[in-house]
Nanobody, 124 residues
Framework: RVQLVESGGGSVQAGGSLRISCAAS????????MGWFRQAPGKEREGIAA????????YYADSVKGRFTISIDNAKNMVYLQMNRLKPEDTAMYYC?????????????????WGQGTQVTVSS
């Protein structure tokens, strides 16, 4: 089993930056993809970034493309999401996800493991 623990959320003003982190532990060797989803109150869950651990181009949702960057430190079993030029509409609970056989990185059902989430609030 894999445990995912997010950290680094908080409040920031619009235009600011924030980096959230995810620590993976347990049997991480079988993971093939890591990513981030978010969900705002009253809205559907949205997959915003994901990357295959073996490499290749990351996936970004159109809503964050050019502003957010996902990165992985395999040696430390860490996943990061650097968020720049934040907007009030980025306010949401952010979840770290991991999957063992992810084909479509945009689909929540593809991911086997989910963290508890970290709140990001962007004020105007």
């Amino acid at each position: 089993r894999v445990q995912l623990v997010e950290s680094g959320g908080g409040s920031v003003q619009a235009g600011g930056s924030l980096r959230i982190s995810c620590a993976a532990s347990g049997y991480t060797a079988n993971l093939n993809c890591m990513g981030w989803f978010r969900q705002a109150p009253g809205k559907e869950r949205e997959g915003i970034a994901a990357v295959h651990i073996s490499g290749g181009s990351p996936y970004y949702a159109d809503s964050v493309k050019g502003r957010f960057t996902i990165s992985i430190d395999n040696a430390k079993n860490m996943v990061y999401l650097q968020m720049n030029r934040l907007k009030p509409e980025d306010t949401a609970m952010y979840y770290c996800v991991g999957g063992t056989m992810v084909a479509d990185r945009t689909l929540a059902i593809e991911y086997d493991y989910w963290g508890q989430g970290t709140q990001v609030t962007v004020s105007s």
